[in-house]
């Protein structure tokens, strides 16, 4: 994953959807 520095900026959508995924496999898993 890339890091654009550290900025107060709402996450990119690879962001939110990697967070989506991973929310969504600790459920199943």
């Known amino acids: 994953m890339k890091?654009?520095?550290?900025?107060?900026s709402p996450p990119p959508s690879?962001?939110?959807a990697f967070d989506s995924w991973?929310?969504?496999?600790l459920v199943e898993g």
């Open 14 to 16: 690879w962001a939110l």
């Open 22 to 25: 991973l929310k969504q496999s």
């Open 3 to 8: 890091e654009s520095g550290t900025r107060e």
